[in-house]
């Protein structure tokens, strides 16, 4: 039976090859830029990060003055959000669950982030049922996951052995450790969102660009250039839904 995925053993690898790269960087940039209309309002807004990983984003909304709850199934990564909070004098509430067992008992939040956990579930669709049930009416949810569309292109432009199980649809948990196994279809994700009563308020795709580029075109390139680049088209149609992930921010509709 397969299990959601627990990244204790993998936090090192995650830190270099995500958090501490200029991959992270645009990440957190295009975020912050989707979000900024909702944090930067005057009342206090009640936050929950589900499965919150290092907290980057987290930790900006609570220097906004907002109260945060967050929660992770990796003690280790929960720890390092613990400690980039200490070291900012930030206040946090922080549990060591799932996030499906710390919902079971709690209240409802102004605003949810569920960033790049849905792929690595067992069960994608319960998770994001879970977390669409703790945002109160006209409240949020920022969903940012990996891009199924993406891993299908950048596997075909690769070419060699990879053409024959995205052929067959068999490629789904066949890569690495950091490779999730269950990507989603930014269109589904919508339709998924929109039947629960949500609107969608920003549509974004992250590295839209750049994960295609090999390294020797990455090496010759200007990366404020590169960056300006996928500033300007990452919320265009065709090229958001190329990105290596996708950010949708979606207000549940008032009763």
């Not at 919150?52 to 220097?63: D, E, M, N, R």
């Amino acid at each position: 039976m397969s299990q959601d995925r627990n990244f204790d053993e993998l936090i090192d690898r995650f830190r270099e090859r995500v958090y501490d790269t200029s991959k992270g960087e645009w990440r957190l940039k295009l975020l912050k830029q989707d979000l900024s209309h909702v944090v930067e309002q005057k009342a206090p807004l009640r936050v929950w990060d589900a499965g919150c990983g290092f907290a980057q984003i987290s930790q900006w909304i609570a220097q906004q003055g907002h109260p945060v709850t967050l929660c992770d199934v990796s003690s280790k990564m929960l720890e390092q959000a613990r400690q980039n909070f200490a070291l900012e004098g930030l206040q946090a509430d922080f549990h060591h669950l799932s996030f499906q067992d710390y919902a079971s008992s709690a209240g409802l939040f102004d605003l949810v982030l569920f960033h790049a956990v849905i792929e690595w579930l067992a069960e994608p669709g319960e998770g994001l049922q879970t977390v669409m049930k703790k945002i109160k009416p006209a409240g949020y949810l920022s969903l940012m996951f990996y891009n199924r569309n993406a891993m299908v292109y950048s596997n075909v432009l690769k070419g060699s052995w990879r053409l024959k199980p995205i052929l067959e649809d068999s490629y789904l948990g066949k890569g690495s450790k950091l490779t999730p196994p269950n990507p989603q279809y930014p269109h589904e994700m919508v339709a998924s969102l929109s039947e629960h009563g949500f609107d969608i308020k920003a549509h974004t795709g992250i590295r839209v660009f750049s994960d295609y580029m090999d390294e020797a075109a990455l090496e010759q390139s200007d990366m404020q250039e590169l960056f300006a680049l996928e500033q300007q088209y990452c919320r265009t149609p065709t090229y958001r839904d190329m990105g290596r992930y996708v950010h949708i921010l979606a207000q549940k509709k008032p009763e």
